[in-house]
């Protein structure tokens, strides 16, 4: 199942680095395609926008040309019939030919070959008004026979042809400029169409890419989910009896601390009873040397006199001392084998209510040593068992009153807050500390931190923390040695009596 797990992850990597590479092949084939985009409609804008410059220059031309017919028509018809109608219409025509030369020639200032061509048109036109203008005189000057004539002339009609051929040459060259115009405009819609479909291809290749990593990553999910149910499908009976297992044996070590504590008590109560006898002997012995001494000095031996007085009271004392904590320790033995058997009772708790209590329990020693207790007045309400939490909580304010620094005004706050269906209340002090490697140490049974000045047997916080976890609870610490320490105890906001298997 590791090894299963294990692969998962690997699958996982490598399926989250495939498609982050998919998504960034996709933004990179789209950006491409965009930016093509973009460039090709800036292209084409640029290119229509010459070709329509073209257009126009071609349209100013024809215009030129078809009022240069206008003004040759009005002034053959005026030379004609004489009729004054074809006149207007020269005149008409004639003043606006240089205007639309102005126009032609604004319209290709930025072609040198048509500003030649302009120039040429420009001149052509000037040189032939004067015979039209001329030969109109004549013709309402009433000499309308020299007005004909002088239409006839060679050089008149030479001039006329010559122009529309220049005009023709203009609108050839504009013709060129469409072409290559036309022919820019195209490629750009060719590299257009090309990028779009590269970026087509390249999305294609990465949405078929990634549907096959998909399918594979699914198929492999499919796999390691049949594995799991697999391997998993008597998993809650094989918790139930591991649970059973467990708790036979809890049973059994707790059957068996209450038995050898009880059958360790028998004999230690004949060692406190014969320790008893021998300090009686040993008072009587004291009293007999004593006598010895006042009467029959001669007979008592310096030896005897020593054990007597000095090293039978000094052996007595240690026995007593080592049976009185073998006493105590036995009797933690049963205390912890009896809270391991009782019956957990949640019910509803004011936990403001029971840490006054507390701080009322230890109302003397707080006076005494002149220790400020406060409590937060918004403490959650928990249920749980009464009798466990207080044996926690005094357990930990005893600890908090035991090992103030002596030299500062004693402090100790009780805070508590909830989060995620979890109750935390922290007991914070200013006391001695602890050393930071020692901060799982003293939770082991028989086991104390720092200096050994106070009275106990290292069992409390062992008993402490076994009581948060038999309420699916746990307790922590968080210290420097000088600096005080904070005890944190996290318990669930509602437990419930089954959760104790």
Not at 52 to 71: C, K, P, S, Y
Not at 138 to 149: F, M, N, P
């Amino acid at each position: 199942m590791r090894l299963s797990l294990k692969n998962m992850a690997v699958s996982d990597a490598w399926f989250n680095r495939l498609v982050i590479g998919g998504i960034t092949l996709g933004f990179l084939a789209l950006l491409a395609t965009g930016l093509a985009a973009y460039h090709s409609v800036r292209e084409n804008q640029f290119h229509s926008s010459r070709v329509n410059h073209t257009f126009q220059a071609e349209r100013a031309i024809a215009d030129f040309l078809a009022t240069m017919e206008r003004a040759e028509t009005g002034r053959r018809g005026y030379l004609l019939t004489g009729v004054a109608a074809h006149a207007e219409t020269y005149y008409k025509a004639r003043k606006g030919l240089f205007p639309l030369l102005a126009r032609i020639r604004d319209l290709t200032n930025d072609n040198p070959r048509q500003q030649a061509n302009v120039a040429r048109l420009i001149a052509l036109t000037r040189s032939d008004l004067p015979f039209m203008d001329q030969s109109v005189a004549l013709v309402r000057s009433g000499r309308r026979d020299e007005g004909v004539r002088l239409f006839r002339n060679s050089v008149g009609r030479r001039a006329i042809t010559v122009l529309r051929a220049q005009a023709a040459v203009m609108n050839d060259e504009e013709n060129r400029l469409l072409a290559i115009r036309d022919a820019a405009t195209a490629g750009s819609i060719r590299l257009f169409y090309v990028t779009v479909a590269v970026a087509g291809a390249m999305l294609v290749l990465v949405g078929a890419g990634s549907i096959w990593v998909i399918l594979g990553y699914t198929r492999s999910l499919a796999a390691s989910r049949d594995q799991l149910r697999l391997l998993n499908s008597d998993l809650e009976g094989a918790v139930r009896e591991r649970t059973i297992d467990l708790q036979r044996a809890n049973d059994e070590i707790q059957r068996f601390a209450y038995i050898v504590s009880h059958d360790l008590r028998s004999p230690l109560v004949n060692v406190m009873g014969f320790t008893s006898e021998l300090e009686s002997t040993g008072q009587r012995l004291r009293a007999m040397m004593d006598k010895i001494d006042a009467e029959a000095p001669h007979l008592a031996d310096k030896g005897v006199r020593i054990a007597v007085n000095e090293d039978l009271p000094e052996a007595i004392h240690f026995i007593r001392t080592s049976t009185e904590k073998m006493d105590r320790l036995i009797n933690a033995i049963l205390r912890l084998s009896r809270e391991g058997r009782r019956q957990i009772t949640p019910e509803k708790l004011d936990m403001n209510a029971i840490f006054r209590s507390i701080a009322d329990s230890h109302r003397h020693q707080l006076d005494e040593k002149e220790i400020d207790f406060s409590i937060d007045p918004k403490l959650p309400t928990i249920v749980n068992d009464q009798l466990a939490i207080e044996q926690i909580l005094g357990n930990i304010v005893e600890n908090a009153i035991k090992y103030m620094s002596p030299g500062r005004r004693g402090r100790i706050e009780v805070r508590g807050r909830t989060e995620n269906q979890r109750a935390i209340f922290e007991i914070a002090d200013n006391g001695r500390g602890v050393e930071r490697k020692d901060h799982e140490r003293i939770f082991d049974l028989f086991r104390r931190s720092g200096v050994q000045d106070q009275p106990g047997e290292g069992i409390g916080l062992a008993h402490t923390r076994a009581l948060a976890y038999r309420l699916s609870g746990t307790i922590s610490v968080d210290s420097e040695l000088g600096r005080g320490a904070t005890f944190r105890i996290n318990l669930p906001v509602a437990f419930v009596a089954e959760q104790e298997a």
